[in-house]
């Protein structure tokens, strides 16, 4: 590689650790709040927090990458275009496929990025997480060991207790089941406790009163109890070695799970192909997008206007290209046999940018054609 080339490919790495730096800061910033919310809302601590924050990282890199290499392949070619380095590479003999070499080495670069995280990180990052919030869910005492506030463990079940005592006690208790079709349960009492059950914990009530109501008949049925146990275990999760999710699982372990299913991979197989062949598509992807932004500057170029009008064309076919791709999951979904649809939005990018690189390089290989044309 010439020193033009490790100039060049130098200026789009340090770009795109500033674009993937401040796009992943964004999107951590707006994912974090509404994590912290529900987190800290729940009782959970500050390292819970973080520790979900982290994990949730490489997904949200995955996103990012190629965004940030669009971004960086566009504003290095435009900032060497304002600069007339480009013409000063042309001028030299370098033509647009020449100059598309360092582009094309940071393209595999950011995807060599892609694959590692796609292919190892991000489904290690998720099967931790899911891990951690099962265990958070089952964690029923930090789940309803909060004095003063209306807490949601699972959907369509209410708990709140006033006060909590030293000794555990919970005061005035309100826990509200509407779980059951056509059937909502309250129960309140003076004091609870929780019991564990093994396994399973146990809300045991005292001095109480259960009101049952049939939204079907609309009839109330109350009934006053000295003691009342509810099973609370069904609160949480069930078992978390029931499935495994697909995306949970490094490609050596779902190639292997795919082709020698174990009674816990349930996924059908056009899921599995389309989670698989996705991991390879997305890196190939990555090398689409930095080529599109690169050629489509190129072939705009220098203009003493800037190159607005190209930037947006090459923005609205990397928006087409990746709107194809969300296009074709489905039908890959519904047959595993359709699995090569996965490439057909990197293949067309390529295709796209081998004609831009072609009319940059051949400038006027149709006004020739033409008068071809009209001489014969």
Not at 353 to 371: C, I, S, T
Request: proline share 5%; aromatic share 10%; charged share 15%.
């Amino acid at each position: 590689m010439g020193r033009v080339d490790r100039y060049m490919l130098s200026q789009l790495l340090v770009l795109f650790g500033f674009f993937a730096l401040v796009l992943v800061a964004l999107f951590w910033i707006n994912r974090a709040v509404v994590l912290f919310d529900r987190l800290i809302g729940d009782g959970q601590s500050a390292v819970v927090f973080l520790e979900f924050t982290a994990l949730g990282l490489p997904r949200l890199i995955t996103t990012v990458l190629p965004i940030a290499a669009f971004a960086a392949a566009v504003y290095v070619t435009n900032r060497m275009t304002g600069e007339s380095e480009l013409t000063v590479l042309q001028s030299t003999g370098s033509g647009p496929w020449r100059m598309a070499r360092p582009v094309l080495v940071y393209g595999v670069v950011v995807a060599l990025m892609m694959s590692t995280l796609s292919h190892f990180l991000m489904p290690m990052a998720q099967a931790q997480l899911t891990k951690r919030e099962q265990e958070i869910s089952q964690n029923v005492t930090a789940r309803l060991l909060t004095e003063g506030t209306f807490l949601h463990p699972t959907e369509k079940v209410t708990f709140y207790t006033r006060q909590i005592d030293e000794d555990g006690v919970l005061r005035d208790v309100f826990l509200s089941d509407r779980r059951s079709e056509g059937e909502g349960v309250i129960y309140t009492a003076a004091e609870a406790y929780l019991v564990r059950n093994g396994p399973g914990s146990t809300l045991i009530m005292v001095d109480g009163l259960a009101q049952r109501l049939n939204t079907t008949d609309k009839r109330l049925a109350t009934a006053k109890f000295r003691d009342f146990s509810f099973d609370i275990s069904a609160l949480v999760n069930p078992d978390p070695t029931a499935n495994i999710a697909i995306s949970n699982m490094t490609t050596p372990a779902l190639i292997s799970g795919w082709l020698d299913p174990e009674p816990r991979l349930t996924a059908q197989d056009g899921v599995v192909a389309e989670e698989l062949h996705g991991r390879f598509a997305q890196p190939l992807f990555c090398i689409v997008a930095a080529m599109v932004g690169f050629a489509t500057l190129l072939v705009g170029g220098f203009s003493r206007f800037g190159v607005w009008r190209e930037i947006v064309i090459a923005f609205g076919l990397l928006i087409a290209i990746d709107g194809l791709r969300g296009v074709l999951v489905d039908p890959v979904r519904e047959n595993a046999a359709m699995w090569p649809l996965m490439y057909v939005p990197s293949l067309l990018g390529t295709v796209l940018v081998v004609l831009m690189l072609f009319q940059a390089a051949n400038p006027n290989w149709l006004r020739r054609l033409r008068g071809k044309g009209t001489m014969a």
